[in-house]
């Protein structure tokens, strides 16, 4: 052995050199120049980073452990310039190396090229599924640049080498003075290379680096996000089976905040699409976690009981003991099955062994077998008409469905396997609860026998069947989604073996690709990977994997989803009557009158429409027909719809990149009155007034006096701002002087949202001449409203027209006023009130503790929580807020970004929410605040 051997020097001491040795060291390599060395931590050399007294970064001054040879030390040099020539970042040799000596003797020294960014080091951290992934690349970019390196200085024996995992875990177990502990990882060792050794002759070995690990991938930074691009520190390399250095990376992924073994697929996937995987690697993956796991924790014990007392060592000691957990808290056959389907190899459920139900038959009981017309097949998914309403809240559904299914008639009930189940999930879970079934729950009016092959467990009417494969571990009745392609890889569906039909295999989801093919680029989703969410219930939205997400999104569904009156009120409706606005029938006045009966003095003459859009559009016919004027005004950065009038008003470039270069020449605009980060900020946004009333001023003298203003009372794009004090009052005034109208834009803010008013425009104390209405007015029902004066309308039946064959419809009316009804009786004004300012404070509260929250806007559930890169300039932090919401999306709430820049969070939820949904909210975005996105 010309290298070294772990079993031979056992642990090897770092190098002592001081920092006054190091900085004597550098000089000779940058002769003429000071450098001054600061130490890096490491395991098993001495590293010191070296700067020049500007500050400029001059190196790393590495001193290698005298243990080693100058052939490894060479091997890993020369590793570093393949892995650097394959195009990612390495820690390259700059000057050296030379001998030089040490307390151990002559050590090599060099220096290696730093590389900035920082590392993906920090147990307390998250590591998203595209950092992740990125980790996978970059592990799969080195395997591929080493894949034919071949090197003297690669003989060597060492503690990293998973061939060598088992003895070292013999060797080191003795210094895990917890015996229970040391039980468990011997054992866990033990079992995992009883799954490795079979494969082992199957595994291809080659040069690997061993440790592209979160320590040692280093990261570019750009836009907020982190993204792996490079390795560092070569000292771990080795000859071994090609599928290890995938193995310690994804391990490294376990030990940081919030990860899990599902956690490390993406990682999996990358690695695989750069250097594809075999069946056997693959099934050898998770053991090989496993055994690093355990080599972890022995060594982290052996490092401690070197070092007692080491705050950082035993603090280390508390994380591989984690990790460790977490590798074991998954069995490696479903984790095997779950990486065989992420990397298409495998998985899905156990075929049923054919043959096998007509040979049985005879043993069924006779309710069983044959007579499925008397079994009943139980549905709790998402799309069940059994869980309406919340049903699938109420403890013991299931039970009441099936019972009252036999009292139907019926000899049997049986659920359905492998189905996500809506009645296992449970609301505000920041962890997705078990809901996929692995086998079959069964009521029965009478005992009967059970196939011998089936496993089956109960007492009384309910019993649950499963059939797992041969030697497989437990499986347990209910898995979480991400676990049931690995947990079902281990069952099949007992369905058969009881005469019932088969579930379907679960279909590929394709749900997204067929979108792409009937839909226009410009009509986005959500989220890139986004949940399928097919039921609503309040403030919840379930997906059909059976998680449910907490909604602060939907401002249209103001009463929440799935409000029972309204669905009652309009199926009456819908059976009863639905014509047009041009008969004469009761709700439609009703609704008119109800709504004019919320305005002021004059607004009071209604007109009926489907959307907000549509209001906009009428409201700027309106304006244009009644004053003869041919201009509007609308202010910067606002939305306010599609059609041709609405987004020709419309400024707003996060709805249209192009909106401020495309307007029509009858729209000006002004600037957007922000008083955090406009033109006038804070007690100088008063300003905003004075210059929008000029704008209107000069226009008019220009010979072209505006139809209308028009903007949101509330400035709901940029989260929910109040406009500056007497901002409306101001601009009103002047384009009334012009013989113009205002027109308020009550689409989003109005209608109670607001908490402390029903309207936007009085918190700013103005009365406008045309209010648009929308979204709220139905609860998700089409509906919208241009709500004016007599005198305004009247202008307009000489010039326009007005009909819409479904505005103002009877069942457009009779949910309009349900939705009035059910504001009122549920108190969700004030409601909105008193939830949004307590949800107000707690994110105040965060603000003070975390620097990337700039402001929190807003009133009621109208609140906006802004992120900044720096407090001082207000860099919007606009990946970061992206990327929150996808981490968001993970803890269980729903959540997007608002503004021109994308920079703010628009807490707008349905007004029924909570305290208990506002703290969880409040509480999952503090954790991602605290633990990265
Ligand atoms: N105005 C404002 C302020 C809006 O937010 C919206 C919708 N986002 C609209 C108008 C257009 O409404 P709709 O989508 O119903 O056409």
């Known amino acids: ?215 040692n991938v280093v990261c570019r930074v750009a836009r907020g996000l982190r993204t792996p691009d490079g390795v560092i520190d070569f000292g771990d390399l080795t000859s071994s089976w090609a599928v290890g250095e995938l193995a310690v990376a994804i391990t490294s992924v376990l030990r940081h905040a919030g990860a899990e073994p599902c956690s490390v697929l993406p990682a999996v996937r990358a690695f695989g699409e750069l250097r594809p995987l075999s069946a056997a690697e693959a099934a050898a993956l998770w053991p ?71 040979d049985l038959g005879p043993n069924l009981g006779p309710n069983l077998g044959p007579n499925l017309e008397h079994c009943a097949v139980l549905d709790l998914s998402v799309q069940s008409d059994a869980v309406d309403e919340g049903a699938w809240l109420e403890p013991g559904l299931e039970d009441r469905l099936a019972a009252a299914l036999l009292a139907d008639g019926h000899d049997a009930v049986a659920t359905r396997f492998g189905e996500a189940r809506l009645t296992a999930s449970t609301v505000l879970t920041g962890v997705s609860p078990a809901t996929v079934a692995t086998g079959i729950d069964l009521w029965l009016a009478a005992r009967v026998e059970f196939p011998a092959q089936l496993t089956v467990s109960g007492d009384g009417t309910r019993v649950h069947v499963s059939l797992p494969a041969e030697g497989a571990p437990e499986v347990p009745p209910l898995v979480r989604p991400e676990y049931a392609a690995g947990w079902l890889s281990l069952v099949a569906d007992p369905a058969p073996l009881l005469g019932l039909p088969a579930a379907s295999p679960p279909a590929t989801d394709d749900l997204l690709n067929r979108r792409e093919a009937s839909f226009a680029a410009v009509q986005e989703h959500y989220y890139r990977d986004p949940p399928r969410i097919e039921r609503g219930w309040r403030h919840h939205l379930a997906a059909t994997d059976g998680r449910v997400y907490l909604d602060m999104v939907n401002n249209v569904t103001v009463l929440g989803h799935g409000h029972p009156r309204v669905e009652a009120a309009v199926a009456r409706q819908l059976r009863r009557l639905n014509t047009n606005s041009r008969f004469n029938y009761a709700s439609v006045v009703e609704f008119s009158e109800r709504l004019a009966g919320l305005l002021p003095e004059p607004l009071q003459v209604v007109f009926l429409v489907n959307s907000g859009s549509e209001a906009v559009d009428l409201a700027l016919r309106l304006a244009l027909v009644a004053t003869g004027h041919r201009d509007v005004v609308a202010v910067r950065e606002a939305y ?29 605009v002004v600037d957007a009155p922000n008083s955090y980060r406009g033109r006038y900020r804070g007690s100088e946004s ?5 210059d929008a009333v000029r704008a209107i001023g000069e226009l008019a003298a220009s010979g072209r006096p505006p139809a209308a203003f028009l903007a949101e009372p509330f400035y709901g794009n940029a989260g929910g701002m109040p406009l500056p004090d007497g901002y409306l009052a101001a601009v009103y005034a002047e384009v009334r002087r012009h013989g113009g109208l205002a027109i308020a834009d009550e689409i989003q803010v109005g209608y109670g949202r607001l908490g402390h008013w029903f309207w936007g425009f009085e918190q700013q104390g103005v009365v406008p001449d045309v209010v648009m209405v929308a979204k709220a007015m139905g609860n998700g029902y089409p509906l919208g409203a241009v709500v004016t004066s007599r005198a305004i309308a009247a202008r307009y039946r000489d010039a326009g027209y007005f009909f819409s064959s479904t505005g103002g419809s009877p069942v457009s009316s009779v949910a309009g006023l349900t939705v009035l009804d059910v504001i009122r009786d549920e108190g969700l004004q004030a409601n909105a009130a008193r939830v949004g300012g307590h949800l107000k404070g707690r994110l105040e509260e965060l603000a003070v503790r975390h620097s990337l929250i700039g402001a929190v806007h ?43 820049r994308m920079c703010v969070l628009k807490i707008k939820p349905p007004l029924c929410l909570d305290v208990a949904g506002a703290d969880f909210f409040a509480d999952a975005l503090d954790r991602v605040l605290t633990e990265g996105w």
């Open 858 to 900: 807003g009133s009621g559930l109208y609140l906006g929580v802004e992120f900044v890169r720096d407090r001082g300039t207000l860099e919007p932090a606009t990946e970061e807020t992206a990327a929150i919401c996808d981490r968001m999306l993970e803890l269980g709430v729903i959540i997007q970004p608002t503004s021109d």
């Open 640 to 668: 306010h719809g599609w059609t041709y009038a609405s987004d020709a008003v419309s400024t707003s470039t996060a709805d249209n990149p192009n909106a401020l270069s495309t307007r029509p020449p009858w729209v000006h």
């Open 686 to 690: 008063v300003r905003y007034s004075g």
């Open 288 to 358: 090989l976690v496993v055994l690093r796991a355990a080599v972890l924790v022995v060594s982290g014990e052996q490092q401690a009981a070197l070092d007692d007392g080491n705050d950082y060592v035993t603090g280390a000691l508390e994380h591989e003991r984690n990790l460790f957990d977490r590798a074991m808290s998954v069995p490696a056959d479903v984790m095997t099955g779950l990486i065989l389907a992420e990397l298409g190899l495998g998985g899905g459920p156990l075929p049923v062994p054919s043959g096998v139900v007509p």
């Open 1 to 215: 052995m010309a290298g070294v051997d772990f079993f031979r020097h056992g642990g090897l001491p770092v190098p002592q050199v001081t920092i006054q040795e190091a900085e004597r060291i550098a000089a000779s390599f940058f002769p003429g120049r000071t450098v001054r060395a600061q130490p890096l931590g490491s395991q098993q050399d001495s590293n010191f980073l070296l700067t020049e007294p500007a500050g400029a970064v001059a190196g790393v001054l590495k001193i290698a452990n005298p243990a080693f040879s100058a052939a490894e030390i060479q091997a890993q040099d020369a590793a570093a310039e393949l892995v650097a020539a394959a195009g990612l970042r390495a820690g390259t040799v700059r000057h050296g190396p030379v001998t030089v000596p040490v307390d151990g003797g002559p050590a090599l020294a060099r220096v290696l090229t730093y590389l900035p960014g920082g590392t993906l080091a920090g147990a307390g951290r998250y590591l998203s599924p595209r950092v992740v992934a990125g980790l996978g690349t970059v592990a799969g970019q080195v395997s591929r640049a080493l894949r034919s390196f071949t090197h003297p200085g690669l003989d060597r024996v060492l503690q990293w080498d998973l061939r060598h995992a088992p003895r070292v875990v013999d060797t080191l177990a003795g210094h895990v003075g917890d015996e229970e502990l040391r039980g468990r990882v011997t054992a866990a060792a033990a079992a995992a290379w009883s799954r490795v050794e079979p494969l082992a002759g199957q595994l291809p070995g080659q040069t690997v680096h061993g440790d592209v690990t979160d320590d």
